[in-house]
Structures are given as C-alpha cells and as structure tokens.
C-alpha cells in the first residue's frame, strides 16, 4: 500500500523458491511483479495457472484472493482471452470479501467489476464495483474504498459516456486525497496511468 513492493519482491521470489509446490507463492509473486509493472515476469507465472484453466488454486481458505490476483493481474495485461474463465469462476462469490486471517484483499466484487470493464460489459462492471464500494464504505477501509474509485475511474474512461470524463476525475480526485492522508503511494501509480488517459 505504501509503494514499497520493490523492497520485498525478491523475499516474495525466494518463498516461491522454497515452496514452489503452494500456488499461493506463486500467486503472490505475479501478483507483485504486475503492481511493479513488470508485465513480462507477470505474464510468465499467469500463463502457469492460465494453462491449467485456473484450477492450479485449490478451492481452499486461500482461492478467493488466489484468483482476486489472478483477475487484477488478468485487466492489468489486458488478457480478455483469460478474463472470462476469471469472471465466471468469481461470479458466485460477488457478494464475500477476499480474507485471510489477517491480510485482506478487499470486496470480490471489485476484481469481478474490472474484469467485466475489460470484456466492455459496462453495466456489470458498474453493479459490481459501485457494490464493491459499498462494502468498503461500510468496513471503513480507506485503501479499498480508494482502489475501488480508481476502479470505477478505469470504467468511466473505457465506456466514455457524456458525463463519464468529469465522474473519472473527480473519482480519481478523491483516490489522490486517500493516497496523500494515508500515505498510500502504492495507488500512484494507477491514478497516473488512468489520468494519461483522459
């Protein structure tokens, strides 16, 4: 959240290393390298779960957020050929919360909403992540609260509706705010991104 993922990407590598038959490491490790932006390293861990339809995760305490990754990952790299198995996987739990023990990845809804905005099925990108939202709101979770309008901010630019540039700014206007009261830097870089495309 802080921005700091380059300083615990090669920890992340050497636990796959260790443990390179737990998915979740591996998992993790894409998940780090597409947040960095290296989309090339991403792609070659993804392409391992892709391969197997996604049933390398096994339906434990540790698949939904398993496959959270392997959505975000999914829209970040634009693999609309994998976007549909991951939407169809999610879909049944669209209304849980991604949790373990202590590490939280948010509402479900929010990688279903995005991968929805990817496929262009702007009114179930909509649903899902205005949902995602809510429930941010009610658990009080400044980090998510803010990813999710960055979310919502990526399904204005891509549906590019008459109100859709000025809704865009402002949601990204109240990320920005998020970023500089708790200091998370990690969403900079997404704001930034979705900015350059207005």
């Known amino acids: 959240q802080q921005g700091r993922l380059a300083d615990i990407v090669e920890f992340a590598a050497q636990a796959l290393a260790e443990n390179p038959t ?9 998940n780090i390298y597409c947040e960095l932006g290296r989309y090339d390293d991403c792609a070659a861990l993804f392409d391992l779960g892709y391969a197997t339809d996604f049933s390398d995760m096994p339906f434990d305490v540790l698949w939904s957020q398993g496959i959270s990754q392997y959505a975000d990952c999914a829209v970040d790299m634009g693999r609309t ?5 991951l939407y169809e996987l999610l879909l049944p739990y669209a209304s849980r919360i991604a949790f373990i023990a202590c590490v939280d990845y948010g509402a479900v809804a929010r990688p279903l909403g995005r991968l929805a905005t990817l496929l262009g099925q ?15 709101q009610r658990m009080q979770a400044p980090y998510w609260i803010a990813r999710t309008q960055l979310d919502l901010a990526e399904l204005c630019i891509a549906r590019q509706g008459a109100t859709d540039t000025a809704t865009a700014r402002e949601l990204i206007g109240q990320a920005q705010q998020a970023v500089e009261h708790y200091g998370y830097a990690g969403l900079t870089p997404q704001a930034e991104r979705l900015l350059r495309r207005l």
Do not use: G, Q
């Open 81 to 85: 050929d994998a976007a549909p198995r």
């Open 122 to 136: 702007f009114d179930d990108a909509e649903t899902h992540l205005r949902d995602a939202l809510a429930m941010h």
């Open 22 to 30: 737990i998915p979740a490491f591996r998992v993790t490790l894409m």
